[in-house]
């Protein structure tokens, strides 16, 4: 547990809650009772039963063989992006809309980056008959059109952040400043593993299906539960945290968290937040951001809009800190490059901010003694302890 | 004797305190503001610390924060403007903003330079009491500088009477459930708030803020306690002036006429 977070909500030196006076009373709710909320059966039952109906899990854990072979090594690719609305962040807003019907309030509001969590805390609203308001940065709206048109028909509200760089932080402190205002009726979805305890702790949790599921896949198609690396992209870092979670305590399972570089690290226009950040405050959370040496926070800069983020979650930042992680940092360019290489040798199309996860591969000098099975072994394995029913078995 | 108790002392009721936002509406404005404030009758001056992203404060103080910010404003500077503010200011100051600032600059050094300043307090909206228990109470306290607490409409008795204990100045009581500068007048849900507060006969002073710009909603909160707080209408005063010592005259004397006639 020596990467979970502690009873006064902080990773280390990261964490906490940092929170105007005004936001106190429903921050202290939701950390007084989160947890027993999660931990009734009623919502466990209701939170499974949707997650696997309505969200689609298990995803697939696919053995991407041309991939392997590229790399000599053996590459899974967890199918987050065939939960439905198309990436994980719909975890977590079940989870938390559930918890938001708990505690009796009516409506929702969330900030959204690359609008997939805009998307996802739209389409719970709906299912749950919940008012939806999502802030965007006006600028993430341009780039990302096709999905306010989306929340846009799943009736929710769209409204613009038009402050700073008109992105994701700039949503993020708007939705803040709704919720100052909205304080009784409102839950306020927090998409990543930011802002003040507990919602690091608690999105990380729902999350957690991620490597829960990575867990009992690999057992049944290779034999064995843990793999030598888990690599994955981090704006926040919620999808890295899922991705992480049951595997951090086992130290032989190496971390890789991969950071958007933008135009170079070094360019100054950038959202690698561990190389570039250091111990602040944002949105609630002492954490590592990006900021001048006034402490004003600095406008990051990412292809990615869900990467375009001068923070990073404070367990992250632990993660780092302690260095439990490795952390890459891939430019616009590259990740580009490992998206459509990607696409053409397995036929999948990765969003672009898990196309810099791929990139990472370029960099990390994989060792093929590294890899204990051969695709082809895997396969066979997989072959004769598949679990469904196939033509022509009499099983 | 740090001038916050000073005043506190000195005076019981319709107590004035100012905000405005260093750099704001020029770099080299801070210190004439604070001097006319002074003259014009202000009790107490809060100065604000910009940053880029202020989460409590709505599109009033936000654009000035940012035009501060633009202007060059940075908190190394604001202290350098305040070098000699002593020799011209003798009412309380209060340096109000956001914490991260404050930390990258240093705790330690930042407490220090503002008691030799001469500096009385601080108000930092997103420093929690706990956090301000747990790691910076000793560091203020060691400079004689006092720490104010906000609280709201949602902020439970038991909770408004563990800030009074914690609390060793003033305590802000902010006016509804809003960022600044979002709503204007005082209802009377506000007023049967204001009287609650009064009730739990606190140990310290209260001044309210939040939705405070004229006579009329100073005379209300006034009624309540101690005193109260203007912040976004008078960066809306400073953000149209195009005198600063005629204008901000004008509405501080406009905000406080009635007391000026009952009082003396």
Known sequence: MEYNVNDKGFYGKFGGAYIPEMLYPNVAELRDTYLEIIQETAFQEQFYYLLKHYVGRPTPLYLAERLSEKYKAQIYLKREDLCHTGAHKINNTIGQILVARKLGKKSIIAETG????????????????????????????????????RMKILGA???????GSKT?????????????????ETHYIIGSVVGPHPYPAMVALFQSVISDEIKMQLQQQIGRENPDYIIACVGGGSNAAGAFYHFMDNKDVKLVAVEAAGKGVNSGQSAATTALGTMGILHGSRTL?????????????SISAGLD??????????LF???????YAVTDENAMKAGIALSRLEGIIPAIETAHALAALDEMQLQPHESR???QQARRYYSSNRDCPRPGCTR | MNRLDEVFQQKKANILSVYFTAGFPGLTDTIPIMTHLQDAGADIIEVGIPYSDPVADGPTIQESNQAALKNGMNLRLLLQQLKDVRKQINIPIVLMGYFNPVMQYGIERFCQECHELGVDGFIFPDLPMQMYLDEFKEAFEKHGLHNIFLITPQTSDERVRAIDKNSDSFIYVVSSASITGAKTGISSEQEAYFQRICDLKLKNPTLIGFGISNQETFEKACKTAHGAIIGSAFIKVLEHSKDLKTDIHNYIRSVKKAHENIIH
């Open chain 1, 114 to 149: 690359a609008g997939q969590h805009g998307v996802a805390t739209a389409t719970v609203c709906a299912l749950m008959g919940m008012d939806c308001i999502i802030y965007m940065g006006s600028h993430d709206m341009e780039r990302q059109k096709p999905n306010v048109e």
């Open chain 1, 373 to 375: 099975y051969s695709p």
């Open chain 1, 321 to 327: 800190d302690t260095k439990r992680a490795t952390f």
């Open chain 1, 309 to 318: 983020y001068p923070g990073i979650g404070p367990l992250h930042a632990h």
């Open chain 1, 289 to 301: 951001l990006m900021q001048t040496e006034d402490g004003q926070v600095t406008e990051p800069y």
């Open chain 1, 157 to 163: 509200t769209v409204i613009p952040a038009t402050s």
């Open chain 1, 168 to 184: 994701l932080k700039d949503a993020t402190n708007e939705a803040m400043r709704h919720w100052i205002n909205h304080p009784q």
